[in-house]
C-alpha cells in the first residue's frame, strides 16, 4: 500500500494503516476502525440519533478539565438517542470494546464479553456526559446506573468485541428506525467473521 493513500477518508471515518491491519483475522480493532465500520454500514442514520466517534467516549474517560470537556458538549444535545462504542479504558488504548445507549436520561449497556470490566467504563462515561449535557461539573461525581442488556450474545474468543460492537450498533439503529425491539439474535460467530471480511475487502476496492 503507498503511505500517499493514507490517511483514508471515508465519510466522518479516518484510517490509517494501523486501522486497516486491525480489520485482519485475529486483531483487536482500533477506535477508528469500528468507527469506519459503522459509517459504512449505515447509509443513513437518522436525525434523532447521534453515533459518536469511538475516540470521544475515550476522550470523555481521560479528559478531567470540565472546560475541555464541554467542547463536546454539541455532539451530545439535541439527539433523542446517543449511541457509541466505549473501551474498557484502563489505559488509552484499552482491550474490550462494547456499546453504550443514553435514552430518555437512561444508559444500557451492551457487552458481548463475559467477564469484562465495561461497567465501571460505562458509568464513568454516564457521569461525565450528564454533567456535560446539563453544563454542571458537580454532577460528575453523581452516581448514574447503567442497565446492563442481558440479550446479547457472547463471542466465542478474545479479539472480535470490536466487530461485535459495530453489529450491535448497526442493530440498534434498525431496531430505533422500526420501532422494534432490540433483537441481537442474528450475531453469530459467522456473522460477525462476514462483517470483517467485507470491511477488509471494501477497504482493498478503495485503494485500488
Not at 88 to 101: A, E, I, K, T
Not at 132 to 144: C, P
Not at 188 to 208: F, G, W
Request: negative net charge; glycine residues 4%.
Amino acid at each position: 500500500m503507498n503511505q500517499k493513500q493514507f490517511p483514508l477518508k471515508f465519510k466522518n471515518a479516518q484510517l490509517h494503516l494501523r486501522d486497516i491491519d486491525s480489520l485482519n483475522q485475529k486483531q483487536w480493532l482500533t477506535a477508528e476502525a469500528i468507527y469506519f465500520g459503522i459509517q459504512y454500514f449505515i447509509k443513513e442514520i437518522p436525525n434523532e440519533i447521534q453515533v459518536l466517534d469511538p475516540s470521544l467516549a475515550t476522550f470523555i474517560v481521560f479528559e478531567n478539565d470540565f472546560e475541555d470537556l464541554l467542547s463536546i458538549q454539541q455532539e451530545l444535545i439535541g439527539k433523542e438517542y446517543i449511541i457509541t462504542a466505549i473501551n474498557d479504558c484502563q489505559n488509552p488504548s484499552g482491550s474490550h470494546w462494547g456499546v453504550m445507549l443514553f435514552y430518555q436520561f437512561q444508559f444500557y449497556l451492551f457487552d458481548s464479553g463475559s467477564n469484562s470490566n465495561l461497567q465501571s467504563s460505562a458509568e464513568l462515561i454516564a457521569q461525565k456526559m450528564i454533567a456535560i449535557i446539563k453544563n454542571d461539573e458537580t454532577l460528575i461525581n453523581k452516581e448514574i446506573q447503567v442497565i446492563k442488556y442481558d440479550g446479547v450474545p457472547k463471542q466465542t474468543n478474545s479479539y472480535d468485541c470490536g466487530v461485535y460492537s459495530i453489529a450491535i450498533i448497526c442493530k440498534l439503529i434498525e431496531s430505533i428506525t422500526m420501532k422494534q425491539q432490540w433483537n441481537f439474535k442474528s450475531l453469530t460467530p459467522d456473522y460477525v467473521t462476514n462483517i470483517r471480511l467485507e470491511l477488509k475487502n471494501s477497504i482493498q476496492q478503495m485503494l485500488q
